[in-house]
């Protein structure tokens, strides 16, 4: 069982405690069911010592319980925490190329659906510990009464269990088809949110999208969940009406075959019926320990792997970006493919050096490689072939991020945060005031602890919010990917004309990918790349 597998790897010494008081409080619910089998027999009204003893072993179940239950909460919700935590983390740990070809969908469904499953699997294991104590803690008492009882009894248990994994083998697969589908479903769902404007302009794309797309893919998530959750409870009531066949039999169809003492029918009866409850709870977990389990092999497919964070060393906390002099990328290669797995494009091999207070910009048509090559020298991917140095010493997997430390970045798909993460907005604030008046969105932004009182803002107005945080990094490399193609021609001049000299001026810099070739003037060196090649290298543009 994969699930319960898991949260003994995260602490045996606390599952071993827990089952530990599971036994005993196992053997304290038997022991009462023992006490009420032998009032019975012995005539009512008990006496004061039964009595007695009834009352204080009923205490001791409940602390036994409730010390047995306690720890493995801890233990379940602890698990979920560092669960919860460790995907994050090996996710930003993750190379950049692995998540973009994996898709945000799937991470999507990893951290929602799978979490979700995983954390429900978890939460019912301190219930399957104590119902399985009490189960055994009953067998127990049933070989004391009657040996050749148990036997049959372990016969009949063995044949449901085979009857069972038998029926619940096709809704195990269910679950695990409805997991594949659900990643689709997560697509879909988020082309709903980011193409809800193209949605509402074209009916035909509109109804083509829900009945072709999103509706089949639902409607085949639902039914494998529909017979998934069917195969389970049908294997559920069954094992139920099974253990009423057995009552039934003790009670019914025994007697007439041979003869039985009354007083082993009635505990054994009692005992049946007392198990009922934990096993039929123990039946119907069973589902959500499938679909756990199914959660956890998708994490491991997915190459997240829970137990192990390898590749590059990543650094914690607050580091200081290192001097620059000069970054060289050296016979540089990347290649990645287009939609149609087939067809790949190479970019490479580049040669190129970058010295410290330069504006360089990177410039060619769409689809070569731009913005590939903006990611190649921001350490976001890692050559494929060639090496990159800084200062003359080669960029690996030790110090690929403290190379990134370098860089202040604004990409075409960057993130604005809410919240000014990683600085200090005290000692910022002045620079940041200056730049909203700067950029004219003071009117509509203000930095209140640190925090923007909103990002919802046009899509130029948020990338000139993102260059105002990527200034206040305070970095020696900055690096624009195609900023200024959504500014309007105000903003377009007091980018390349006021903020990029600026920067330059105050020894930094500067690599922008751009189309505004009014403004190439302003560069001190342009690279043009053409079908993922250099074109006249190192060309130097006099400024006027």
Known sequence: MAILLYLFKKSKRTLLLATVFGLLGGASSTFLITTIHR???????????????????????????????????????????????????????????????????????????????ITRGLNIIPKVVIYSMIILGCLLYVSYLSPAVLVALAVF??????????????????????????????KLFRDTTEGLKELKMNAGRRSAFLNEHLQPTAASYKEDRIWGLAGFELATTLGNLGFFFVIGAVVFLI????????????????????????????????????????????????????DEIAGETYLTGETQAPTVEFIELEGVQHTYYSEREDEQFQLGPIDLKVTAGQIVFIVGGNGSGK???????????????????????????????????????????FHLFQSLLGLDSRQMGPLIQRYLERLHLDHKVTLTEGTFSTTNLSTGQRKRLAL??????????????????????????????????????GGKTVIAVTHDDQYFSVADHIIKLADGHLTPYGETVTAP
């Not at 038998?166 to 195990?172: F, G, S, Y």
Request: aromatic share 10%; glycine share 6%; net charge neutral.
């Open 39 to 117: 009032a019975i027999e012995g005539g009512l009204p008990a006496d004061r010592f039964m009595t007695t003893q009834f009352y204080a072993m009923a205490i001791i179940y409940l602390l036994t319980y409730l010390s047995g239950q306690i720890p493995l909460f801890q233990l379940s919700e602890g698990a979920v925490y560092h669960l919860r935590l460790k995907m994050i983390e090996r996710i930003l740990h993750s190379p950049l190329r692995f998540l973009e070809r994996m898709g945000p969908h799937r991470l999507y469904a990893t951290l929602t659906n799978d979490i979700g499953s």
């Open 157 to 186: 248990t063995l044949g449901m269990v085979g009857i069972f994994s038998l029926m619940t083998k096709r809704a195990k697969r269910r679950f695990k088809r409805s997991r594949e589908t659900g990643d689709q479903l997560f």
């Open 255 to 306: 007697p007439h075959l041979i003869e039985v003492d009354p007083g082993l029918v009635s505990g054994v009866v009692l005992i049946f019926v007392f198990m009922i409850s934990p096993l039929s709870s123990l039946l119907g977990f069973m589902p959500v320990i499938a679909q756990a389990s199914v959660a956890l092999n998708k994490i491991e497919a997915l190459g997240l792997n829970l």
């Open 371 to 413: 913005s590939t090559l903006a990611k190649l020298i921001a350490g976001l991917y890692e050559p494929e072939a060639g090496r990159i140095l800084l200062d003359g010493r080669p960029v690996d997997t030790e110090n690929r991020d403290l190379y990134r430390q370098c860089f202040a970045t604004v990409f075409t798909d």
């Open 468 to 505: 105002l945080v990527a200034v206040a990094e305070n970095r020696p490399i900055y690096l624009f990917d195609e900023w200024a193609c959504d500014q309007d021609p105000q903003f377009k001049r007091v980018f390349y004309q006021e903020i990029l000299p600026d920067l330059k001026a």
